[in-house]
């Protein structure tokens, strides 16, 4: 510690003019000072002799002045300015001061600055600033960030001397000797080391917030370079940027007037920031990046406008794992003024993203059994049907949702992704109730779209009556209606679409064996779907029957439902009448009328 009785300064009064521009420090009040250094506008009034004996860049000076009686110098840029200057000048006058992680690396780059090598004299500065960087900062991962976090106000001479690299290198190391710390006591007691893993993991992540983000970037490469564990990295990641990035979006959201504007300095700054984390993500498949953080990172990415590469990345790493992504994540606010409420490009390039996801790991698949019923891939196909099905639904109000946006998201998924088109109705049907000044042409254009006969019953049963349809649709739902109500009573279920499947996906000679896997996988693929369908329409068929009994029950008929007046309705028009053109039930199936006899053959009449 310093005596403060050794060190007088006389400084202007505070009254008097421009008191900050210069001022006189005088060691040793007792002896003349023979030399005065300036450094950055403040002046030193000093003695050459225990200067020159350790400093090499003050002996040069005075030796090169043409006047051997020089009595002012002055320092420019000298690392750590006036006050670390001033620490330089007590070691050289033999003074007491304590070195600490705050200024060992401003006094380590002011002594090579100053050339206070062992050429001059032994233990000097330098030597003296090495044997505290190595034996006291270096052996701890707090001070070793204290030390770096200083380091950025520094010139290059930090770099020079390697005082960043150290640290950084000293970080990693401590940390990795942390994490297997923690797997040892993992391994002591089982019922303690979630609870000591947490805290000594939250510790050196809060720490590491303090960094800038280029030394911040260089940590975290030498810490994966050393294996630290990817949970740690990511937990460092996260918590960097909730630090960071802290209120981006906040005034931006849904801002017209934002956009016609330049990016300010901070969100440049956030920008740079939110790339660089990006791309410290790992790489590793392994590692679990939570869904919420990406989706979180890829608005921040839209509203600061980031790097085309930052953003595809974020939404390439969401599609790997789309089916677990909630509808909440997908409804991205747009930050383009006149443009949708929400951000459908984006999410049409993840939809993308996964389809071809899918695609790669089909093609990786090496036997059949993978394609079996209740397959991941198929599996995940259907979740993303479900939901992209209800973010249809939910951006269908939109008044300022294009026609060509809405079909786009419809169009990419295969017609294999949904075992019911209920939902691609509803959001149809939603999307025409909001869009009121569609074309004729666009309405039909829209309801092409959706497959009639994978409707469920209550789906056709609202589309029969709905006025916002047009007529075609209207007449392939009662068309569909009436060939379900014949396999259902004829006891096909659609035998014939199985039989016509299943000799369809007969390989031929012709075809590669390439082509030929390709086609079974295809036509496996589209028998999973029609039995997930049949079963759809095994519940249908057994709610239809319960409605149907009730109706032969009330004599009065008022208990008919609207599926029976409609099949009896359509019955009359006789598209399937004619000679021949009833179905008889096998002799085993139980007569549905009253007047049936069991084990004989009958026609059904629907008139």
Request: contains cysteine; aromatic residues 6%; hydrophobic residues 35%.
């Amino acid at each position: 510690m310093v005596s403060e009785n050794l060190l007088s300064s006389s400084k202007r009064s505070p009254t008097t003019p421009n008191f900050c521009n210069s001022f006189t420090t005088r060691i040793f009040s007792d002896v003349a000072g023979d030399i005065t250094i300036v450094v950055d506008g403040e002046s030193f009034l000093l003695h050459k002799f225990p200067l020159v004996s350790r400093s090499g860049k003050i002996r040069k000076m005075v030796a090169d002045a043409k006047d051997s009686n020089i009595s002012k110098l002055e320092l420019c840029n000298l690392p750590g300015g006036p006050h670390t200057f001033e620490l330089a000048m007590k070691f050289c006058y033999g003074m007491n001061f304590e070195i600490t992680t705050a200024n060992v690396a401003d006094l380590r780059c002011a002594a090579e600055y100053l050339e206070m090598t062992e050429d001059y004299r032994e233990e000097n500065l330098i030597a003296r600033t090495e044997t505290y960087l190595n034996e006291f900062v270096v052996q701890s991962l707090e001070r070793s960030v204290e030390v770096l976090a200083t380091c950025e106000q520094l010139p290059p001479i930090a770099e020079e001397v390697g005082i960043p690299n150290r640290c950084i290198e000293a970080i990693a190391i401590n940390a990795c000797k942390e994490q297997l710390v923690s797997g040892l006591s993992h391994l002591d007691c089982n019922s303690e080391s979630t609870e000591l893993k947490s805290s000594c993991l939250e510790w050196w992540v809060e720490d590491l917030s303090v960094l800038r983000i280029d030394y911040y970037q260089r940590v975290i490469c030498a810490m994966g370079s050393v294996g630290v564990r990817l949970d740690s990295i990511v937990a460092s990641l996260m918590h960097y940027a909730q630090i960071s990035l802290k209120g981006v979006g906040k005034s931006q959201i849904w801002n017209p007037a934002r956009m016609k504007s330049s990016p300010n300095m901070e969100e440049n700054d956030q920008s740079i920031i939110l790339e660089t984390l990006v791309g410290l993500m790992p790489t590793d498949k392994s590692s679990s990046i939570p869904l919420n953080f990406l989706f979180g990172m890829l608005r921040m990415a839209i509203m600061l406008d980031a790097a085309i590469a930052c953003r595809l990345e974020l939404e390439r790493r969401i599609a790997f794992r789309l089916e677990m992504v909630s509808l909440d994540d997908l409804l991205i606010p747009s930050v383009r003024s006149g443009d949708s409420l929400f951000d459908v490009d984006t999410v049409h390039r993840i939809l993308l993203n996964f389809l071809q996801r899918v695609e790669e790991e089909e093609n990786e698949d090496c036997g059949y059994e993978s394609e079996g019923i209740g397959s991941p891939g198929h599996g995940s196909l259907l979740k993303v049907g479900r939901l992209i099905d209800s973010y249809l639904a939910e951006t269908a109000p939109d008044p300022f949702l294009s026609l060509q946006k809405f079909t786009a998201i419809v169009e990419i998924l295969p017609d294999y992704a949904r075992v019911i088109d209920d939902g691609l109705y509803r959001a149809i049907d939603i999307y025409l109730k909001a869009h009121p000044l569609l074309s004729e042409h666009e309405c039909k254009k829209l309801c092409k779209l959706i497959d009639c006969q994978k409707l469920s019953q209550e789906a056709c049963n609202h589309a029969a009556q709905n006025d916002r349809l047009p007529v075609q649709m209207t007449v392939q739902v009662l068309y569909s209606e009436q060939l379900r109500l014949k396999n259902a009573l004829s006891g096909s279920s659609g035998d014939g679409f199985l039989s016509q499947r299943i000799s369809s996906g007969i390989p031929s000679a012709a075809m590669s064996p390439r082509d030929n896997y390709a086609s079974l996988r295809r036509e496996n693929r589209e028998l999973k779907l029609e039995i997930s369908r049949m079963r759809v329409r095994l519940s249908e068929l057994e709610k239809e029957q319960m409605y149907m009994k009730q109706g032969m029950i009330d004599k009065s008929g008022n208990g008919k439902t609207f599926f029976t007046s409609l099949s009896k309705g359509i019955g009359r028009i006789g598209i399937f009448s004619g000679p021949g053109g009833g179905r008889h039930q096998k002799s085993g199936r139980k007569p549905r009328g009253p007047e049936g006899k069991t084990g004989r053959s009958r026609r059904y009449s629907m008139s």
